[in-house]
């Protein structure tokens, strides 16, 4: 009998560069692919016939500043920071890059977006609402008004 298990996983890399330019805090943390994420794939390998209709790429992040840890349910960040022209910034690359078994998702959080004590962020396939792929909880990253956050989110399918 043959036993094959596919498992994903995945890190961020958060860079949080100061109004000067300067690297102040650099960390890697590991995510939770959560449930609708998993139906999020699963249906994106589906050929869209059969009356079945693939659901939008993931095109924005968001962050929060929840303390809650990520958990399989999650549909939603737990709080929301709000500001700027909005909650969500959209990928730099929509629907990211793909190499070998990973597709890496990038975002910058510019200066004015995102400001405050970030604690946890998203991966979503909309500006509003949509399907949440992974969430993570991190320790606080004070982003200030004239810092810019920047995050690479990988998701590998091992």
Not at 36 to 48: H, L, P, S, T, Y
Not at 79 to 91: F, K, P, Y
Not at 95 to 105: E, F, K, L
């Amino acid at each position: 009998m043959f036993n094959d298990s596919i498992k994903l996983t995945g890190e961020l890399k958060l860079t949080l560069t100061n109004g000067e330019g300067d690297v102040t805090q650099e960390v890697i943390v590991p995510n939770t692919v959560v449930t609708v994420g998993k139906n999020f794939i699963a249906n994106r390998m589906k050929d869209g016939g059969g009356g079945h209709t693939l659901k939008d790429e993931m095109s924005h992040m968001e962050l929060g500043s929840g303390s809650t840890g990520a958990a399989a349910g999650n549909t939603t960040l737990e709080t929301v920071i709000t500001g700027g022209s909005g909650n969500r910034t959209a990928l730099t690359t929509a629907g990211g890059t793909v190499t070998t078994n990973s597709v890496a998702y990038v975002c910058t959080f510019a200066a004015g977006y995102g400001t405050g004590a970030v604690s946890e962020a998203g991966i979503f396939n909309a500006s509003s609402a949509g399907d949440m792929l992974a969430r993570t909880v991190f320790s606080t990253i004070n982003k200030a008004a004239a810092d810019t956050l920047g995050i690479t989110w990988t998701i590998t399918v091992n």
